[in-house]
T-cell receptor
Framework: AAGVIQSPRHLIKEKRETATLKCYPI?????VYWYQQGPGQDPQFLIS???????DKGSIPDRFSAQQFSDYHSELNMSSLELGDSALYFC???????????????FGPGTRLTVL | QKEVEQNSGPLSVPEGAIASLNCTYS??????FFWYRQYSGKSPELIMF????GDKEDGRFTAQLNKASQYVSLLIRDSQPSDSATYLC????????????FGSGTRLQVQP
């Protein structure tokens, strides 16, 4: 079965520009998560969606927004880009279960964003 | 203090040996625990998850959980050079949350 798909895989932007990252979850997965991983750092949770509704929010800057669509794919919109936004952005997906403890997340290949 | 702590390593073991990776967490209410393997520049790959105290085995991997002591470990038997990677411990920190909190990872080097 196909895994999580992310596009684009690489993106180069100038400061103050905008960027849109896309994520297509594993088939039948209905929950998506966005993580940011800076160089030499661990992944940091940004935001998650279930059934097109925001389900959790982490350290996402106000300049960023995200949404989930009816086909469960998600887009992360980033505006007024800063040099510090350069990082790997991962999307993960899972199948929603009533007990949030049982929540295996599978990561996509990531988008490497470079802000110049 | 980070919510999830790991020794950054590198942990160096000879090929064929057992590699032991440890992780501690601060929130006693944490319910679920995950081990991810990440090669440099690649995405985290889920290799084990554990929800109950005790051991869970899957092939060469064994996850161990001790909620009373707030630690979780990963054992890799018959280590191979291809196991050389960074191993990330991830925890559902707060009851009801689904987001994962990661440790800084332990870099494992398996020497041929």
């Amino acid at each position: 079965a196909a895994g999580v798909i992310q596009s684009p895989r690489h993106l180069i932007k100038e400061k103050r520009e905008t960027a849109t990252l896309k994520c297509y979850p594993i088939s039948r997965h209905d929950t998506v998560y966005w993580y940011q991983q800076g160089p030499g750092q661990d992944p940091q949770f940004l935001i998650s969606f279930y059934e097109k509704m925001q389900s959790d929010k982490g350290s996402i800057p106000d300049r960023f927004s995200a949404q989930q669509f009816s086909d469960y794919h998600s887009e992360l919109n980033m505006s007024s880009l800063e040099l510090g936004d350069s990082a790997l952005y991962f999307c993960a997906s899972s199948f929603h279960k009533a007990d949030p403890s049982y929540n295996e997340q599978f990561f996509g290949p990531g988008t490497r964003l470079t802000v110049l | 203090q980070k919510e999830v702590e790991q020794n950054s390593g590198p942990l160096s073991v000879p090929e064929g040996a057992i590699a032991s990776l440890n992780c501690t967490y601060s929130d006693r209410g944490s319910q679920s625990f995950f081990w991810y393997r990440q090669y440099s520049g690649k995405s985290p790959e889920l290799i084990m998850f554990i929800y109950s105290n005790g051991d869970k085995e899957d092939g060469r991997f064994t996850a161990q959980l001790n909620k009373a002591s707030q630690y979780v470990s990963l054992l890799i038997r018959d280590s191979q050079p291809s196991d050389s990677a960074t191993y990330l411990c991830a925890v559902n920190i707060s009851t009801g949350r689904r987001a994962l909190t990661f440790g800084s990872g332990t870099r494992l080097q398996v020497q041929p």
